[in-house]
């Protein structure tokens, strides 16, 4: 089982619609958990960063993190055409540096309009 | 803005020359960067912690030699592919941290494509 798995889609949706994003991990010492979106040919950028477990919201995004499920979740509400692109999650323990960061495959999200 | 840049973004070359990276932290002082790799449909891998000051740390599997990394100061490392050939081919993500600690956000470079034809 890998450390960390990630439906990589594609993920297809009409405009408007709620996106569900998740990951599923097998290392119960991960306790920090980011979602980056990457658009085609460029770098990952940090959407949402959240420490253990609970909710964490900011605009049209939430994170949510259920430890003892092992299982994180990003939400986009009212999802746009410029929200397509591939969504990556990445964990790390706690005390971890960044070269322990695990990412997942990415999930390729397409928004139509 | 950007925290990390990188450059070049795409670059093409030719089998059996080098191609120097650069991955610069904008804001901020980075001991430690990282570099990684990414073929089309899959996950970021990394490749080596560049540390300032001293030689790099690589991962299992990433020829140090055909990877060389400098890091000279604190805002600045460098991946030179040398030798490149065409499985080389691929693209190549730095990131940096402004801090050490377990908790600080982690900013990436917008990534560098390189063909090796």
């Known amino acids: 089982q890998k450390e960390v798995e990630q439906d990589p889609g594609p993920l297809s949706v009409p405009e408007g619609a709620i996106v569900s994003l998740n990951c599923t991990y097998s290392?119960?010492?991960?306790?920090?958990f980011m979602w980056y979106r990457q658009y085609s040919r460029k770098g990952p950028e940090l959407l949402m960063y959240?420490?253990?477990?609970g909710n964490k919201e900011d605009g049209r995004f939430t994170a949510q993190v259920d430890k003892s499920s092992k299982y994180i979740s990003l939400f986009i509400r009212d999802s746009q055409p410029s929200d397509s692109a591939t969504y990556l999650c990445?964990?790390?323990?706690?005390?971890?540096?960044?070269?322990?960061?695990?990412f997942g495959k990415g999930t390729k999200l397409s928004v139509k309009p | 803005g950007a925290v990390v840049s990188q450059h070049p973004s795409r670059v093409i070359c030719k089998s059996g020359t080098s191609v120097k990276i650069e991955c610069r932290s904008l804001?901020?002082?980075?001991?430690?960067m990282f570099w990684y790799r990414q073929f089309p449909k899959q996950s970021l891998m990394l490749m080596a912690t560049?540390?300032?000051?001293?030689?790099?740390?690589?991962e299992q599997g990433v020829e140090k030699d055909k990877f060389l990394i400098n890091h000279a100061s604190l805002t600045l490392s460098t991946l030179t592919v040398t030798s490149a050939h065409p499985e080389d081919s691929s693209f190549y993500i730095c990131s940096a941290s402004p801090g050490t600690g377990g908790g600080n956000t982690i900013y990436f470079g917008e990534g560098s494509w390189l063909t090796v034809v």
């Open positions: 804001d901020f002082q980075a001991t430690t």
């Open positions: 990445a964990m790390k323990p706690y005390g971890g540096s960044q070269g322990n960061l695990i």
């Open positions: 560049s540390n300032e000051g001293s030689k790099a740390t690589y």
């Open positions: 290392n119960s010492a991960f306790q920090y």
């Open positions: 959240t420490y253990s477990s």
